[in-house]
Every structure is written in structure tokens, then in C-alpha cells.
């Protein structure tokens, strides 16, 4: 495992710092990291990119990249997906973009939604009521090539996902060896085999798993906004254990109702998710406006909001304003971050050239 001294025994730092370097956080940002080969490493670093449709700021699949690389072309992305043809749309662990190669890990599943089994019962129902509409769909796409939902007779977006024969860049064919039933090898049997180590993190009740001969790294100098989808805290117990954040996804919540914010990013200085804040794109008006921005010391009650906080998260949506073509920002009086950060994005425009917008 690591090297952190105590042999199967890590410190949450430690396993901040683990779970960091594996999500491809601990790295340099910047434009020479960014394009095609920087969404190769998105993929080979998070595994799975988590689809989402909402678009107050940005669609969630292009988040994670700027997450970690900084500003990079978008359209790098989607020809990552629709004309290389290297990822494709999958329920994994939601909807998302799944590596091709992996497309045969999932044929298991996809033969238990085609038997009325797993997530997906309705698939077995409308197989035996339309047996020849997945033999139709499939003539068409080898015959005519890659083809929109809307060039289908319905319901192809809702089905041909959950049987793993479509989506943005599915896989012609298939491809690949065929995996026929669910895993083989059990976890323990992972363990067993040596290819996981068990480990204990001090204070948490259940223990955890890491890569045998995984370094430890020493220090995380980490500056990110993160995607409420991203992978680094999609799991939310998972990141209460980790963070100690109680990240709750507001988007369906009745507005009065309401604690953080209709879309609220987490934001990631060095080890710690240390505010929240909530962001819109009016492309309309070309300013990127922040409904709201919460200390999370304050909200915890450790402390004051600290300048460094505000400093580092007005440089991040400086960036990520750019990034997005925006060319101001204006932070509304609501959160207890709201103040220091609009004192802070005042000094400078998104350019760095003059005042900024900000209203408290």
C-alpha cells in the first residue's frame, strides 16, 4: 500500500490525499494540459463521466475536465465521444459516458434488463409486446451508420441505453469478448487474490480498499470547483466520510426550501471542501452570476469566513467565467462567503483589467 508508516492504517489526510491523487486532482492545470490527450486521461483517471441535462452553468459531462486540466476546448470532448467514437452512453452509475472497451463488463446487465431483472423490468415487457423492434433498430444503424434517437421509431433514447446497443457513440457491433453473467470474482476475492488491499482510515466504522503499492502522496496543493456530478463526490456518504460535507443536490427542492442553492458546486482547496457556491451562466447578459457563496467553517460553526477562501475561489470563477465566455461576475448577498468574495472579485475584472461587476 502506501507509505504512510502505519502499514494497513491510513489518516482521513491520508485517505483525502489517495482519493485526490486517484481523481486526477493532484496535477498541474493549465492550457498545456488541456485537449484530446487531457480527455484520454479524464477517462482512464474517473472511469465513468456522469451525463446530466441541466445547463444553469454547464452541461455536467464538460465539468470534470475543467476540474481538473483548467479551460479546455469542449469540443475535444465531444469528439472524444461522437467522432473517435471512444466513450458511449451507459446507465452505470447514472447516466453517463463510459469508456467503449468496457462496454462488454456490462453485457450482464444488459441481458438481466432484457430477463426483467435489475434496474430495468419494463425492457422484458416491451421485448416480448415488440419482439422485432432491437432487430430493426440494429439493421438500421449497420446500414445507414450512426443515427439520432429522433431518426428512430420511439422509444429508442429510453430503451436501447438500458440494453447497452445504443446511445451517443455506442459501439458498432459491440465489440469485444462477451461477459455473460454478473462478476465472476467476487470482491473478497479480489482482496484474496491480493489485487485490493483492506485498509482502515482512523475513525470511520467500515474499512476501505486501495490499490496495492498506492503511494501516499505528502501534500495537496489543489484549487477546483467541482461539478455537483463529479466523481469525487457523487457518492455522498462517501464524501461525508471523506470531507466531512453533507452535499445535498437542491435542484428539485421548491426554491423557498432551499439551504445552499438551486446549483452548488463544492469548492476544493488543497484537502478540504471548504465553501459551496452557487453558480449561473446568464449567456444572455455574459456574466456569470452567484446566486449565493457559503463558508463552510462558518456553516460549521469552526470559524470566521478566512480571506484565503474567498481570495482562491474569485481567482477559480475568474477562470472558469473565461472559460465559459463570460465576460463578468456578479455575486448576489446571500451566504456567509457572499461579502469577502465580492470584495475580493471587485478588485479585478474577469480580464484582470478592471472593476469588477459585483453587487452585496
Known amino acids: 500500500?502506501?507509505?504512510?508508516?502505519?502499514g494497513d492504517e491510513l489518516t482521513p489526510g491520508e485517505a483525502r490525499r489517495l482519493a485526490l491523487a486517484a481523481q486526477g486532482l493532484i496535477r498541474p492545470h493549465g492550457?498545456?494540459?488541456?485537449?484530446?490527450?487531457?480527455?484520454?486521461?479524464?477517462?482512464d483517471l474517473v472511469g465513468v463521466v456522469q451525463i446530466d441535462s441541466v445547463n444553469v452553468l454547464a452541461r455536467?459531462?464538460?465539468?470534470?475536465?475543467?476540474?481538473?486540466?483548467?479551460?479546455?476546448?469542449?469540443?475535444?470532448?465531444?469528439?472524444?465521444?461522437?467522432?473517435?467514437?471512444?466513450?458511449?452512453?451507459?446507465?452505470?452509475?447514472?447516466?453517463?459516458?463510459?469508456?467503449?472497451?468496457?462496454?462488454?463488463?456490462?453485457?450482464w446487465r444488459a441481458e438481466r434488463a432484457l430477463a426483467g431483472e435489475g434496474i430495468w423490468p419494463g425492457i422484458a415487457r416491451f421485448a416480448r409486446d415488440r419482439p422485432g423492434y432491437l432487430r430493426d433498430v440494429l439493421a438500421q444503424v449497420t446500414q445507414r451508420g450512426p443515427l439520432a434517437a429522433s431518426d428512430l421509431a420511439p422509444p429508442a433514447a429510453e430503451v436501447l441505453p438500458g440494453v447497452g446497443?445504443?446511445?451517443?457513440?455506442?459501439?458498432?457491433?459491440?465489440?469485444?469478448p462477451a461477459v455473460p453473467a454478473a462478476p465472476?470474482?467476487?470482491?473478497?476475492?479480489?482482496?484474496?487474490?491480493?489485487?485490493?488491499?483492506?485498509?482502515?482510515?482512523?475513525?470511520?466504522?467500515?474499512?476501505?480498499?486501495?490499490?496495492?503499492?498506492?503511494?501516499?502522496?505528502?501534500?495537496?496543493?489543489?484549487?477546483?470547483?467541482?461539478?455537483?456530478?463529479?466523481?469525487?463526490?457523487?457518492?455522498?456518504?462517501?464524501?461525508?466520510?471523506?470531507?466531512?460535507?453533507d452535499l445535498v443536490l437542491e435542484i428539485y427542492t421548491p426554491a423557498p426550501k432551499r439551504r445552499f442553492g438551486?446549483?452548488?458546486?463544492?469548492?476544493?482547496?488543497?484537502?478540504?471542501?471548504?465553501?459551496?457556491?452557487?453558480?449561473?451562466?446568464?449567456?444572455?447578459?455574459?456574466?456569470?452570476?452567484?446566486?449565493?457563496?457559503?463558508?463552510e467553517a462558518t456553516e460549521t460553526g469552526r470559524g470566521s469566513p478566512p480571506a484565503e477562501t474567498a481570495a482562491a475561489l474569485a481567482t477559480e470563477l475568474r477562470?472558469?467565467?473565461?472559460?465559459?465566455?463570460?465576460?463578468?461576475?456578479?455575486?448576489?448577498?446571500?451566504?456567509?462567503?457572499?461579502?469577502?468574495?465580492?470584495?475580493?472579485?471587485?478588485?479585478?475584472?474577469?480580464?484582470g483589467t478592471s472593476s469588477e461587476r459585483s453587487a452585496v
Open 184 to 245: 465472476r470474482t467476487s470482491w473478497w476475492g479480489w482482496v484474496e487474490a491480493g489485487a485490493l488491499t483492506k485498509v482502515r482510515v482512523r475513525g470511520w466504522p467500515a474499512p476501505a480498499y486501495v490499490l496495492p503499492g498506492t503511494p501516499v502522496p505528502r501534500g495537496a496543493r489543489v484549487r477546483a470547483l467541482l461539478s455537483p456530478f463529479d466523481p469525487l463526490v457523487w457518492e455522498r456518504s462517501r464524501t461525508r466520510r471523506l470531507f466531512g460535507m
Open 262 to 295: 438551486y446549483y452548488v458546486l463544492p469548492f476544493l482547496l488543497d484537502e478540504e471542501l471548504v465553501a459551496r457556491v452557487d453558480l449561473k451562466a446568464d449567456r444572455r447578459a455574459r456574466v456569470l452570476r452567484v446566486p449565493a457563496a457559503w463558508d
Open 1 to 6: 500500500m502506501g507509505k504512510s508508516g502505519r
Open 165 to 176: 446497443t445504443g446511445g451517443p457513440a455506442g459501439p458498432a457491433g459491440g465489440g469485444g
Open 60 to 107: 455536467a459531462h464538460y465539468l470534470p475536465g475543467f476540474s481538473r486540466f483548467g479551460p479546455y476546448p469542449t469540443d475535444a470532448l465531444d469528439s472524444h465521444v461522437h467522432t473517435d467514437r471512444k466513450a458511449f452512453k451507459y446507465w452505470a452509475h447514472e447516466a453517463s459516458l463510459v469508456p467503449v472497451q468496457w462496454q462488454p463488463l456490462f453485457r
Open 319 to 351: 477562470t472558469l467565467a473565461r472559460w465559459l465566455e463570460l465576460d463578468g461576475i456578479e455575486v448576489e448577498p446571500r451566504g456567509s462567503l457572499a461579502g469577502a468574495l465580492a470584495r475580493e472579485l471587485g478588485s479585478r475584472s474577469v480580464s
Open 31 to 43: 492550457p498545456a494540459t488541456a485537449g484530446a490527450r487531457a480527455i484520454r486521461n479524464l477517462f
